[in-house]
């Protein structure tokens, strides 16, 4: 089993590691989930964290559905 760091997302029990360090303004991510409010739930904290902004979709991409985050700030 896979240990939780701080900055990872785990929406619906699965571990979502993502390069914050790499996320620019204008850069987007799309995390696959069932439970998209955990998953936005999970991002707004990080982005509070880091004094960042997002907006988000629901969205179905390749079949997934997920929600996708655009940094604003």
Known sequence: MKVLRTYDLSPDGVVIE???DKMAIGMSIFVPCIDTEAAIKQVTGIAKERHWEFEHR?????GRLGVRFWRTV
């Open 58 to 62: 629901l969205r179905i991409e390749d």
């Open 18 to 20: 993502v390069p914050w």
